[in-house]
């Protein structure tokens, strides 16, 4: 088998390519990546030299890059993991997450329907769904909840989706889509609210919380993501898609203390500052489905993960260091100074 693994030098990418080159070692794995902001060719360090590997700087929008690829490699597999994906970056500035999840999709999709493919597999969110209220803890998002997007970010995620369906649809294109929650884990960039509080914590900076620190979120370690998707795209149906999340339902302040705990760091370093625009409460996943039909449950307990997270953040302090000594900083700047 060929896989084709788009944005794979960014978080959750490169967690996969790490665990379909260990899990399938007869197959060959290529990652296809801008390597904008968010990538980083020194996460793939582990496989680059592997035989069955092959990495490519491409866009997924330059239409011609990818054909070429798909000339050279014939793939059997395209797994899209390459977008966008910070909601207040979306916030800033909309318009890079509409070309690059929306155009970049179908510009994929063509390609593969061009060339022939066994298995499209788009990787969306649950954040397509909305939001649901604090006070209905009896609610979650099923496959059938319906699309009501809230960032420029979920939108461009579910525009793509509507996509992909429709390609399903009018060319017969073989998809699948999986919508998961949120995921952490190793080689998540310091933007996000995980290590991006880890960092800070480690370097005794504030803790910027937004708002009351109340919003929850559905968190799920990356590598039980990466199993879904290996599931899914072996075993999957066609044109169907699959909620992924393990019912670890937490308030961000709570995350926010127990990362204080396990470093040994005051509260006091908490700040609570200017909400997020349009903020999303609370997201939780249904994920009776994929049990039923493919029997995925996750692995790691959150006590575990998140030790083992921070543990990986401790250990490899080189590679989040020189992502946040860079541009990052300009960022920090503008998103955090006057919040
Ligand atoms: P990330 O920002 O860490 O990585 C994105 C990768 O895509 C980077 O390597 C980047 O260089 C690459 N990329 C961006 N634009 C590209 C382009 N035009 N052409 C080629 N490559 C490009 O993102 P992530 O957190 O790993 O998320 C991966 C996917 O999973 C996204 O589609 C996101 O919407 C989805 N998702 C993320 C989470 C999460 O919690 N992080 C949860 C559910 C779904
Ligand atoms: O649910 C899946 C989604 O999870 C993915 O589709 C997105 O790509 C991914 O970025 C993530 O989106 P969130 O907005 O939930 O993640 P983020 O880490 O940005 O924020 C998590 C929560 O923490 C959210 O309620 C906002 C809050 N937060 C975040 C940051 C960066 C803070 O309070 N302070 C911060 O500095």
Redesign the pocket.
């Known amino acids: 088998m060929v896989v084709i693994v788009t944005g794979g030098a960014g978080f959750i990418g490169s967690n996969f390519v790490f665990y379909m080159i260990e899990k399938h070692p007869d197959y060959r794995i290529i990652c296809l990546d801008k390597l904008t902001y968010a990538g980083n060719l020194s996460t793939l360090k582990p496989v680059i030299n592997n035989e069955n590997f092959r990495f490519v700087k491409a866009d997924i929008c330059d239409r011609n890059a990818v054909d070429k690829l798909f000339e050279e490699e014939h793939p059997d597999i395209v797994v899209n993991f390459a977008?966008e994906?910070?909601?207040?970056r979306s916030i800033e500035n909309p318009e890079v997450f509409l070309r690059t999840n929306i155009i970049g999709t179908e510009v994929l999709m063509d390609v593969c329907r061009k060339h022939g493919i066994k298995r499209y597999h788009q990787i969306?969110?649950?954040?397509v769904y909305g939001d649901l209220p604090l006070d209905r803890p009896d609610l979650f998002f099923t496959e059938n909840t319906p699309i009501h997007t809230s960032?420029p970010?979920?939108s461009s995620?579910a525009g793509a989706d509507l996509l992909v369906l429709a390609y399903y649809r009018t060319y017969g294109l073989p998809v699948t889509i999986s919508r998961?929650?949120?995921?952490y884990g190793p080689y998540h960039f310091p933007?996000?609210?995980?290590p991006?509080?880890i960092a800070n914590a480690l370097n005794d900076k504030p803790?910027?919380?937004?708002?009351e620190?109340i919003?929850?979120?559905?968190w799920l370690y990356v590598e039980d993501h990466c199993r879904a998707i290996d599931l899914i795209i072996h075993n999957g149906k066609e044109g169907e898609v699959y909620n992924v999340g393990g019912h670890n339902e937490m308030k961000?302040?709570d995350?926010?203390k127990l990362i204080c705990k396990e470093l040994n760091k005051p509260e006091s370093l908490i700040t609570y500052?200017t909400d997020?625009k349009g903020?999303?409460m609370r997201?939780a996943i249904d994920p009776t489905k994929i049990y039923n039909e493919l029997g995925w449950l996750p692995k790691t307990k959150f006590d575990d993960g998140i030790k083992k997270t921070i543990k990986w953040y401790l250990e490899n302090r080189e590679w989040w260091e020189d992502i946040i000594s860079g541009e990052y900083q300009n960022y920090y700047e503008k998103?955090?100074s006057e919040r």
Not at 85 to 88: C, E, I, T
Not at 191 to 194: A, P, Q, S, V
């Open positions: 977008a994906s910070h909601v207040d969306s969110t649950d954040e960032s970010y979920s995620k998961c929650s949120n995921n933007e996000k609210l995980i991006l509080m803790l910027p919380v937004y708002g620190g919003n929850v979120r559905d961000n302040i995350i926010v500052v997020r903020h999303d997201y998103m955090y």
